[in-house]
């Protein structure tokens, strides 16, 4: 139901089918039948009109909306809702645009890294990376906030978005209420209450298309990535780079200088 209203279908089919009965219907629905005065019959049918041609136009407006929203290229990311989100000011390029995966950058940033540890779990076609993060955990704002980031830095076509009240305990999937709350996981009403887990799958314009699912669980260090990809490196610098939001900047996909003490990243 809220999916019909939102691209407009169903105020187009309740007030234009209610048009078409009123057509057949005239003699039936004759003001002059009708139990009040002449005169306020009259006003009554305007208004009922009325109405009904708003419906119409509020119908159709939706539906032209949501078909160039479908027919939008999803090859590039979504600037405005990225540069709402960072604060930058300007429009940054596109990251899929702007990486190699054959090549990735040599230069290292100037910093410490986020992430302290690095467990590479292969199984079948997926992966499973678990990032350990060096700074202290992380809240259910900061899960929000990032799922929101990522969806609009890198992840197109997100096919679920899923919470837990603990880790392994049953998902709920609230991708339908994503899609009504102007594809914005903020704010969808399900998560103004704190969850344990918060999850969100698309595919990665970084890696052209592939398949990505990134878990947040709430106070802890730990981040989750599910990809296909048999690669630490190209994960190590996907995971940097959402963690400090700098997808399509000249910082993206770079590696940082190991922590100080931590375990190297297995290989």
């Keep these: 139901m809220k999916k019909a209203w939102k691209n407009g279908t169903l105020p187009l089919a309740v007030c234009g089918s209610i048009l078409l009965l009123m057509f057949f219907f005239q003699r039936e629905i004759n003001i002059k039948n009708w139990p009040f005065p002449l005169a306020l019959s009259r006003v009554l049918m305007i208004a009922l009109l009325a109405l009904l041609f708003l419906g119409l136009f509020i119908g159709f407006r939706r539906y032209f909306a949501w078909k ?55 199984a079948g076609a997926w992966h499973q990376y678990d990032f350990l993060l060096a700074a202290q955990g992380y809240g259910w704002a900061y899960m929000v906030s990032q799922a929101d980031y990522m969806a609009a830095a890198d992840l197109a076509n997100i096919g679920t978005i899923t919470v ?43 890696f052209r298309g592939s398949p990505v699912k990134i878990v947040w669980f709430n106070q802890t260090k730990l981040l989750r990535i599910f990809t296909t990809f048999d690669n630490e490196d190209l994960l190590l610098r996907y995971a940097e780079t959402a963690i400090r939001r700098t997808f399509g900047t000249p910082d993206a996909m770079k590696l940082a200088k190991p922590v100080p003490g931590a375990d190297t990243p297995a290989s």
């Design 164 to 206: 837990a009240e603990i880790a392994n305990a049953p998902e709920a999937e609230l991708i339908d209420q994503y899609h009504a709350h102007g594809d914005r996981i903020a704010e969808i009403p399900a998560l103004q209450a704190e969850k344990g887990v918060l999850a969100i799958g698309g595919m990665s314009r970084v």
């Design 68 to 122: 160039k929203s479908k027919n939008a290229d999803v090859s590039q990311p979504a600037q405005a809702p990225v540069n709402k989100i960072t604060a930058e000011g300007k429009q940054a390029p596109s990251p899929a645009a702007s990486f190699n995966m054959a090549n990735p950058p040599q230069e290292m940033l100037d910093d410490v890294s986020y992430i302290a540890k690095t467990h590479h779990i292969p």
